[in-house]
Each structure stands twice: as structure tokens, then as C-alpha cells.
């Protein structure tokens, strides 16, 4: 035990002296540049910027580890930029620096930074959830997922926002879901630097329900695309259709909601005497199989030819 606090107590002595020297590290903190009120940034900027200090150990200790309010705001809002483009200068981030005692900067790292500058727009993109469910055993998610409000409004460069097409959510798992929920979701702010929305998150609402399979029977299938020669057979001429999905989803379903199909093309050139049909089913039900998996083809060839 003596060892061990003789250990404990030359490192905190040693600690305790080190603290007493002068550094000069690089630091990192927030940068934000605020631009003419009709003006916005294209490209991406970072989020953090290295300043170089120079002071007592001590203060650059606070500084690192308590300090939570320091930044750097590079202010051009009174520049009358006229130009697409400005390079912020050492100078002006060097001016930004806020919040920052007892310690001296005396270098950043980048020293400049380009700015590409446009006009400031605002518009209305759709919201994707970005979310992962995973239901409980013997349950299953519904595609019918409502998201409230489902799109946003975003503002910042012109030309760089219309080719946004949609804002994603920030990623999330939601595990062993059983019933109707709902829950809140943040935007992903993965663009904060250059691009302002209307709201940090929106609410989602996932429906589920039990799991379970419907057979709906004698399904016709049909040829697209052309008519079946009158030399050529299908067998058999109608399938089942298994469909997996929501109880709720499923208990409606009937015979005009299926189609069964093979394509003209697949006739013709088929060499195998087998073809797998397709099938459409409506809307939000993306779990089906067909009995028979496959068809047979044939191709009738009269003895005198």
C-alpha cells in the first residue's frame, strides 16, 4: 500500500508541477460565420476550427476540459460582400474568438478559408424516417408509417438546397415493438453549418400489427405484351398466392387485388419448358410467394410439320 501511494503521490506532484509551465497547444472550438442577412454559404464548412494559445498549464487545462461556452464567430454581416466568393483571413477569425480568458491566441489553423456565397432561399422538402423496427416475435410492421409533420422547410444557399430532394432523420433502432407507437425523431444535422430547418424533429407514428399469411386461390395468369400462340400451353393455367403481412393489412384482400403475369418475351424464347410468373399486388404488401413457385411451357408441335 506505502509503494502504491508513494506512486499516487509523485504523479499528482508531478502533475501538480507541470501545470505550473507555459504551453502552446492547439485547441479546438465551434465555428460559426454569420453572412449579410440575404446571403448564405454553398459550400461545406467545418464545424470546429484549431486556435493556438499560449498560457499556464492551469488555464489551458480549464480551457480544454470546463471551459463550455468558448467559439469562434467570424461575424461578415456588415461586409457588403459583392462577390460569389470571400476568403475568411486569419485576421477575421482571430477577431471571432470569444469567450477564450486567461490564455492568449496567438495562431489558428486553417489560417484562411474560402467561402463560395449565393443567394439566401427557403423551401419545402418531404421528411424520410430513418428508423429501424424490429418487432416482437408473431408481430410485424405496417408500411403505413405517419410521420407528423412529414416535410420541413429548410434555408440557406439557393442553388445548393434545390438539389436537396429530402431530409433525413438521424438514424435510430426501435426494438420489440407490439402495438401502435409513436415517438419523436431528431432531423439529421449532418449540413447545420450551411443549412437552417424550420425544426430540430418530428414525431413518428408506426402502426403494428400481428402477424399473419392469407392464401388467396386460383389467381389467373395472364401474358403481357402479346397473346399466347395458339400453339403454346401454360400448366397449369392458375396459382395460389401466399401473402405474409399485417393481420389488418391482409384481412381485406381478394382476387381483383392480385394480378399474375408472364411476359410475351419469356414465352418465346424460353428453352427450359419452365417459367417463374410474376406478381403485382397492391400497395404496402411486399411479402408474397406463389404455389406452384413455377409454370410449365409448352410447346404443341403437330406430327405432319
Not at 403481357?224 to 395458339?230: A, S, W
Request: glycine fraction near 6%; charge should be positive; charged fraction near 20%.
Amino acid at each position: 500500500k506505502s509503494f502504491f501511494g508513494s506512486i499516487l503521490f509523485a504523479a499528482a506532484l508531478w502533475g501538480y508541477t507541470s501545470l505550473n509551465h507555459e504551453y502552446t497547444p492547439f485547441v479546438k472550438v465551434p465555428l460559426t460565420v454569420k453572412l449579410p442577412w440575404n446571403q448564405a454559404v454553398e459550400n461545406i464548412l467545418p464545424d470546429n476550427i484549431s486556435i493556438k494559445v499560449k498560457g499556464g498549464g492551469w488555464q489551458i487545462f480549464y480551457l480544454i476540459f470546463f471551459n463550455t461556452t468558448k467559439h469562434c464567430s467570424v461575424d461578415l454581416s456588415n461586409k457588403g460582400i459583392l462577390e460569389d466568393e470571400y476568403i475568411i483571413t486569419r485576421t477575421d477569425i482571430l477577431k471571432g474568438i470569444q469567450d477564450i480568458v486567461d490564455v492568449e491566441p496567438i495562431d489558428v489553423f486553417p489560417e484562411t478559408m474560402k467561402l463560395k456565397i449565393g443567394r439566401l432561399a427557403t423551401i419545402k422538402v418531404p421528411v424520410f424516417p430513418n428508423v429501424i423496427i424490429t418487432p416482437r416475435e408473431g408481430f410485424i410492421a405496417s408500411n403505413s408509417v405517419k410521420l407528423i409533420p412529414d416535410s420541413i422547410e429548410i434555408t440557406g444557399n439557393e442553388t445548393f438546397i434545390r438539389s436537396i430532394k429530402l431530409w433525413k432523420t438521424k438514424k435510430k433502432g426501435i426494438d420489440n415493438l407490439f402495438k401502435t407507437s409513436s415517438f419523436k425523431l431528431y432531423l439529421s444535422d449532418s449540413l447545420k453549418s450551411i443549412v437552417k430547418l424550420s425544426q430540430q424533429t418530428v414525431n413518428v407514428q408506426i402502426e403494428i400489427q400481428q402477424a399473419a399469411d392469407i392464401t388467396i386461390y386460383d389467381i389467373p395468369v395472364q401474358v403481357k405484351g402479346g397473346m399466347l400462340p395458339k400453339n403454346h400451353k401454360l400448366r397449369p393455367g392458375k396459382i395460389d398466392v401466399i401473402v405474409h403481412g399485417g393481420i389488418d393489412d391482409i384481412s381485406s384482400i381478394s382476387k381483383d387485388d392480385i394480378i399474375s403475369y408472364v411476359t410475351y418475351n419469356e414465352i418465346i424464347n424460353d428453352s427450359t419448358g419452365i417459367i417463374i410468373p410474376k406478381i403485382e399486388i397492391k400497395e404496402g404488401l411486399n411479402k408474397y410467394y406463389s404455389n406452384p413457385k413455377f409454370i410449365y411451357h409448352y410447346k404443341i408441335i403437330n406430327s405432319h410439320d
